[in-house]
């Protein structure tokens, strides 16, 4: 990918448009336009949290490995965003998800079953990680939505959802690294009739 951003403001998005590459115009309010928005917000929130996990790794042994997990998933996100811009470009490859889903399989082998549904929080780590995971689902419902008017690659759409699935998991790994309870779902008491 060779083409680079030399000036940042153009003025020709000021009516509500923005171009594709290909010169192809399109609403900012298109699906395809929606779809990078969300990766690019859940991009920003994924970096956030690898900031949080850098500063807090000195205090808690493990965080170097989420670190070294989630770090590669900013870089995908930017090729997913660059797939949806360019839909030419194919950037994500079944590697990748294999190897969130290993990374997955090995977080899920030492936190064993989950015995109630959780709630974000516990830490602020936790906290971020559960935000990161909305934001992945959020994201994939907006590429499924582009989905249904425009085909996407397989490979972009089963990313996204894995990665969502991994940010589960990283969360309540995170807890577990931090030595912090998992807040758990406690069930609204029925009131007596």
């Keep these: 990918m060779g083409f680079r951003l ?3 403001y153009t003025r020709t998005g000021d ?6 590459a290909g010169g192809r115009r399109v609403s900012k309010a298109h699906p395809r336009v929606e ?35 989630l770090s ?22 079944s590697s990748e998800i294999a190897r969130l889903e290993q990374a997955i399989d090995v977080w899920n082998e030492e936190l064993g079953p989950l015995q109630n549904f959780i709630l974000p929080g ?17 994201a994939e ?6 989905n249904s ?15 969502s699935d991994l940010l589960f998991v990283a969360a309540r790994i995170i807890a577990k690294r931090q030595n912090v309870a998992e ?7 029925k009131q007596d009739a």
Excluded at 183 to 189: F, G, K, N, S
């Design 6 to 8: 030399s000036k940042i």
């Design 15 to 20: 009516k509500g448009e923005t171009g594709l």
């Design 35 to 69: 779809a990078m928005g969300e990766i690019d917000t859940f991009n920003s929130h994924l970096g956030l949290l690898l900031a949080e996990l850098a500063e807090a790794q000195a205090q808690h042994a493990g965080l170097s490995e989420v670190i070294e997990v």
């Design 72 to 93: 590669p998933c900013q870089h995908r996100l930017f090729d997913l965003g660059g797939e949806l811009a360019m839909p030419e470009y194919q950037a994500l490859h």
């Design 122 to 138: 516990g830490s602020k780590l936790v906290a971020q990680a559960h935000i990161c995971r909305s934001l992945a689902r959020a």
């Design 141 to 146: 419902r907006r590429c499924q939505h582009l």
């Design 149 to 163: 008017e425009e085909p996407l690659r397989e490979e972009g759409l089963a990313y996204i959802n894995r990665l």
């Design 183 to 189: 807040v758990l779902w406690q069930e609204a008491r």
